[in-house]
């Protein structure tokens, strides 16, 4: 499994916005990025996907760097409602498993 | 909108008891996951159901069972529960194993402490 390394925590001010990064050197040239969060005492929840180019939808923003060893998670106005832990999954194909190592914990504050 | 449903919320164990964790999704998934998270760390996970019919282990798979009773339902078993099995249990669901499509969708989780 590709291995990832995000920082532990992060703040952000409400309607700023928030950029979360994640180091994914190992990945190899099929897996995606999935990128999932998980709110205080609820099950994580999926957030975007990429493989190549950058994506948008409704919740966020993906920027993955050309080379691919590492993207970004690009909420634009991070709300009280975002704080959670996010996390990073290279999807590593053959398996379905999600492999989840400890995230960012990001806090809102007013 | 159901998607996916855990029961129970919360229970409590004795070292040695047995339970089950039910589990059922409302998506027509195809595949399903069971996960423990301990505090502080990231979900591990225990079995995977790629299809009705097939389970597979995890990374954890260690004092728990599993049955794929239908496609909706997956349940965890713990024939004898012990401390170290105290955590939070989730489940998942997915539309398949391809590479794009894993979006995988949780339950609210079972926390369970074992005394």
């Known amino acids: 499994d590709a291995k990832t390394t995000q920082p532990n925590s992060m703040e952000s001010n409400e309607e700023e916005p928030v950029h979360l990064p994640c180091n994914h050197s190992t990945i190899s040239g099929t897996d995606y990025i999935h990128w999932y969060r998980q709110l205080p005492s609820q099950g994580p929840e999926y957030v975007i996907h990429g493989l190549t180019s950058n994506v948008n939808n409704r919740m966020a923003s993906l920027a993955i760097a050309e080379d691919r060893k590492s993207s970004t998670l690009i909420l634009h106005r991070a709300t009280l409602r975002d704080a959670a832990v996010y996390y990073c999954?290279?999807?590593?194909?053959?398996?379905?498993?999600?492999?989840f190592g400890t995230g960012t914990r990001l806090q809102v504050t007013l | 909108n159901a998607g996916v449903t855990q029961t129970p919320k919360f229970q409590v164990l004795k070292t040695g008891q047995s339970m089950t964790l039910q589990c059922a999704q409302d998506?027509?998934?195809?595949?399903m996951y069971w996960y423990r998270q301990d505090p502080g760390m990231g979900l591990r996970l225990i079995y995977y159901s790629a299809s009705e019919g097939t389970t597979d282990k995890g990374e954890v798979p260690n004092g728990y069972n599993v049955s794929r009773l239908n496609k909706r339902e997956f349940s965890l078993r713990l024939e004898s529960a012990a401390p170290s099995q105290t955590s939070v249990y989730f489940c998942?669901?997915?539309?398949?194993?391809?590479?794009?499509?894993?979006?995988?969708?949780f339950g609210a989780g079972t926390r369970l402490s074992v005394l």
């Open positions: 998506m027509n998934h195809n595949s």
């Open positions: 998942a669901s997915s539309d398949g194993p391809q590479i794009a499509k894993n979006i995988q969708y």
């Open positions: 999954i290279p999807n590593t194909g053959t398996a379905s498993k999600l492999t």
